[in-house]
Every structure is written in structure tokens, then in C-alpha cells.
């Protein structure tokens, strides 16, 4: 074979070899790109108050609490006549499917009336504005109590402003709120796993969720996430992990 033949054909068999690989790589990009954004990774461990935006007449602050660095949410000295709620977006979180797993502390603060409860929790998908949006949260002073229906309410799920819990408790007696086991005061994971409308909430690395929600109210839909608290509550808050789906 001469010269001229055979680097026609080493060129050939090359190109030939060359294509196959392209194929095979340009087959596999998608795959790793979607492996590498369906599933991104927010985790909020508090070094500074950086992107905690507060709301609703709240402030927070940076303390040690039992031992861990956490986010302090409380009402503001500048307001005498604090709202409902307080609340922190977390940056320009944007979340719709996942799960958002948090450690959270909760307990009525000096002064409180008698019937706090200690309420503390995530809102999730917070609609622009930050006045709508869906809510799991716990009661702690519910959980132990000697008193089987304050039991029943130990954990909630809301969605806000339509459907605040005592509406669903009087329309819906017992379908957004069940029992867990908790402690005032104490550090509490909670994890919530949510699914186009239906969200699921499990505490301190249960198996099981203790609350299921299959019609979220504000439908499948998309919006930020932040710390949430009762304004009668001593909250505090340590880590905060979001997983998009």
C-alpha cells in the first residue's frame, strides 16, 4: 500500500473514532447538567445576618443558643403593637418542589399571655409582598401537654391570609394539624417535603410525616422561604437546608 493510501485511511479510521466519541459525550451532557440542577443546594448556617430580610415589626440577631449559632427572631422595641407573626426571607430563595429541613428552638417569651403556645415554623413558597403564603409550623408547649386534644394541635400547617388556622380547625376539624412529641425550648428538626400541592411534615428524624397535606392552598406554585414565628415567641433558629427537586 503506498504512502499516499495509507494515511487516507489512518485519517478515516480517526475521523471515525473522533465521532463515536463526540456522540457518546454530547449524549451524556444533558444527563449531567440535569444531574447538577435538578437537585441545587441552599444551606443557610448563620455566620451573619447576610440576606435574612425581616418583616412584619420583627428584628433578628445573631446569639449562641444551647450551644449552637442561631438566627434570634423577635419582635421589634419599636413596635408597641406587634403583628401576628414575625418573619425572615431567606436571600432570593426561590423554592416549589423539595425539601426544606430546619433546626428550630420555640418557647412562650416573659411576659406572654397565658395561652402561647410557642409557635414557631417555615413559610414556604412566600409570594412577592410577603403576606401569602404556606406554613408548617409546631405549638411546643403542645406537645407534651397533659391534655389529649392540646396534643392533637401540636403541629399545623397554614396558608396565608385565606386560610389561617382557625378557620381550617372550624372548617375542617383535625386536617391540618396532628400530634408530635416536643419540648419547649429545645431544639427541634423539622423537615418539610413538598410535591406540587401535596407537603409533608416529619420532626426530629422520624420515618413517618406526623402531618400530611394533600392540597396545598396556594396551588403548585413557587416562592421564597423564611423563618417564621408567632410574635409571643422566644424563636431561634440554627440551620436552615433547602433541596430543590
Known sequence: MSEARRRVLHTHVMRSVHSRWLVLLVASVPVSLAALTAAPIQDWTF??????????????ELVTYRGRRAVHLLVSSEHDTPTDS?????????????????????APRAGAPGDSRGFIGIALRVQPGGQRYENFYVRPTNGRADDQLRRNHAVQYTSEPDFPWPRLREETPGKYEAYSDLEPGAWTALKIVVS???????????????LIVTDLKLGDTHGGVALWAHASTDAYFSRVNIRKN
Open 196 to 210: 406540587g400541592r401535596r407537603g409533608e411534615l416529619y420532626v426530629n428524624g422520624a420515618a413517618q410525616p406526623c
Open 47 to 60: 455566620a451573619s445576618l447576610d440576606g435574612v430580610k425581616v418583616s412584619n415589626g420583627g428584628r433578628a
Open 86 to 106: 414575625v418573619s425572615a426571607t431567606l436571600g432570593d430563595t426561590d423554592f416549589a418542589n423539595g425539601t426544606i429541613e430546619a433546626d428550630v428552638a420555640g
